[in-house]
């Protein structure tokens, strides 16, 4: 059982929006920034948002995020196939002085 | 640019001990915390610990705490985690990753490496 809850999967057609939530608790969200991460198959995750909304450099801004209170949503417009990956939010739990991550969401462009 | 490889997976038996090294280069190495984070089989991330650039300060998950120890070498750009009284739970694939400050939790992990396979079975 994460700490951060996600949906497992979510789904649209190329060209749609999709989003895809996190909700945690004040000693993680609540507090401190959210990242989130994509993972295609067999690879390592990479960084897609950091500090709740920001993109690092390459990120396209067809990603976007946004946090209020203690949820988080990672947002993803003009979908593509190969935006089909897991996608996994982060944080920092002051509480239990660790990195907490969500189950993870399998997205698919139908 | 930022690498991160790791070294030192393979299969070993309940209860038996194996050491993993992540071999960073392209960045300064001792200015940063860098964590292990896990992956089982066809499962979620799960972080194991994170260790502060000087080692100062370390945190561990509760689920390895008293049998995994994260230590580094900043002259020699290394990470370690020595894993002991191994169980089969603790198969996954295991990524090191860099996080953007020196202390841990105050930032985003934004570099990880390609991971290396850990499999506990007799």
């Known amino acids: 059982q994460s700490v951060l809850t996600q949906p497992p999967s979510v789904s649209a057609a190329p060209g749609q929006k999709v989003t895809i939530s996190c909700s945690g608790s004040s000693s993680n969200i609540g507090n401190n920034y959210v990242s989130w991460y994509h993972q295609l198959p067999g690879t390592a995750p990479k960084l897609l948002i950091y500090d709740n909304n920001k993109r690092p450099s390459g990120i396209p801004d067809r990603f976007s995020g946004s946090k209020s209170g203690t949820s988080a949503t990672l947002g993803i417009t003009g979908l593509q196939t190969g935006d089909e990956a897991d996608y996994y939010c982060?944080?920092?739990?002051?509480?239990?002085?660790?990195?907490?991550f969500g189950g993870g969401t399998k997205l698919t462009v139908l | 640019q930022v690498q991160l490889v790791e070294s030192g997976g393979g299969v070993v038996q309940p209860g038996r001990s194996l050491r993993l090294s992540c071999a960073a280069s392209?960045?300064?190495?001792?200015?940063?915390?860098i964590h292990w984070v896990r992956q089982a089989p066809g499962k979620g991330l799960e972080w194991v610990a994170v260790i502060s650039y000087i080692g100062s300060n370390k945190y561990y998950a509760d689920s390895v705490k008293g049998r995994f120890t994260i230590s580094r070498d900043n002259s020699k750009n290394t990470l370690f985690l020595q894993m002991n009284s191994l169980r089969a739970e603790d198969t996954a694939v295991y990524y090191c990753a860099k996080e953007n400050e020196p202390e841990a939790g105050r930032s985003e992990i934004d570099y990880w490496g390609q991971g290396t396979l850990v499999t506990v079975s007799s």
């Open positions: 982060g944080t920092w739990d002051s509480s239990l002085s660790a990195v907490v």
């Open positions: 392209g960045f300064t190495f001792s200015s940063y915390a």
